[in-house]
């Protein structure tokens, strides 16, 4: 099993531009969450999902959208982007409801200038 | 959602044990306590989960009181590469939105 596979790793961007971060997990996990950790900081929830076609919003989701069409992907869009959106991202995945263990990914880390 | 408080910051000697406590009053009846390790530039890692009383694995042990208002990693003799951020995570049913508190760096030297 690959677990989660973020790509990219690394893109920067200019601001107003919009881009998909790729999420995809092969562990047929149905929870998924997309979280953003800027420098120096700790990790902040911005959507995550319970099963294809249920997405939710977490503490910080504006300026960012998800789908979940199927199981295996959680893509992030970032809609007009700005500096304030330069940070890490990481998306993560679990199968046990109860708070269970999260499986995350490499993380793609966005630059925004 | 429970709101979780940790030390932002411990220094330790390699081979001592260390005991990271986070503090979760409104912790609600189904939430699970998980603890996560984070290096820098990589994702959290999965330490250990409990709902009460001890859990104890290869790495480490989790202490939860009656009440669960509170719960302690403890890592016993750390090394040099256990310098890293801890995180505890409360988070319940299905459908809850699992939020990360700030976390405790964990400084080990030699």
């Known amino acids: 099993n690959a677990g989660v596979t973020q790509t990219p790793k690394f893109r920067i961007l200019k601001i107003g531009q919009s881009m998909t971060l790729q999420c995809t997990q092969d562990m047929n996990h149905n929870y998924m969450y997309w979280y953003r950790q800027d420098p120096g900081m700790g990790l902040k929830l911005i959507y995550y999902s319970v099963g294809a076609g249920i997405t939710d919003k977490g503490e910080v989701p504006n300026g960012y959208n998800v789908s979940r069409s199927t199981t295996e992907d959680f893509p992030l869009r970032l809609e007009l982007a700005a500096p304030s959106q330069t940070s890490v991202y990481f998306c993560a995945s679990s199968y046990e409801p109860l708070g269970g263990e999260l499986f995350f990914g490499e993380g793609s880390r966005l630059t925004v200038l | 959602l429970a709101k979780t408080t940790q030390p932002i910051s411990m220094d330790s000697y390699e081979g001592q044990e260390v005991n990271i406590t986070c503090s979760h009053n409104n912790i609600a009846t189904n939430d699970y306590i998980t603890w996560y390790q984070q290096f820098p530039s990589q994702g959290p890692r999965f330490i250990i989960q409990?709902?009460?009383t001890k859990v104890k694995n290869e790495v480490a042990s989790l202490f939860i009181p009656a009440d669960r208002k509170s719960s302690t990693l403890s890592l016993p003799r750390v090394s040099l590469s256990d310098t890293a951020v801890y995180y505890c995570l409360v988070g319940g049913p299905a459908g809850t939105a699992l939020i990360f508190g700030k976390g405790t760096t964990l400084s080990v030297s030699s």
């Open positions: 409990g709902y009460k």
